[in-house]
């Protein structure tokens, strides 16, 4: 089963909830592409994806070509996004090499392995304000 995803307005985030199953690297492009498409929809800067039921059969390859699809196909308007991604621990070593990638292209993406920690990563700037 290719990836779902359900965009869930929370008050201070968007929360969006996959689930399935992520083949290749296209797929995972597209994927990629409509989840922000859909987070354009919406007036939030602080994005929570919650991946814990998807499955990925990505290499670290994938990642690194992954991360420089969003700096040819994304507008430079997705650097603004405050992105923690939730992923199952062991996709830890895939998931931190996307991570430095993104960080180092200018995206602030941050990998997590629990809702709670994403969360409060997420928010902790915004209680400063």
Not at 46 to 52: H, T
Not at 73 to 97: G, Q, W
Not at 99 to 116: A, R, T
Request: proline share 2%.
């Amino acid at each position: 089963m290719a990836i779902q995803f359900e965009v869930l307005p929370q008050e201070d985030f968007l929360y969006i909830k996959a689930e399935g199953i992520n083949e290749n690297l296209a797929e995972h492009k597209k994927y990629n592409l409509e989840m922000y498409q859909s987070i354009k929809q919406y007036p939030f800067d602080r994005i929570l994806v919650d991946e814990l039921e998807v499955t990925y059969s990505n290499t670290i390859m994938d990642m690194y070509d992954l991360a420089h699809f969003y700096d040819q196909e994304m507008p430079v308007e997705a650097r603004l996004l405050r992105l923690a991604l939730v992923v199952r621990e062991k996709y830890e070593k895939l998931a931190s090499f996307w991570e430095v990638v993104c960080q180092n292209l200018g995206y602030q993406f941050k990998v997590f392995f629990s809702i709670e920690n994403a969360k409060s990563w997420l928010l902790e700037r915004k209680a400063e304000k």
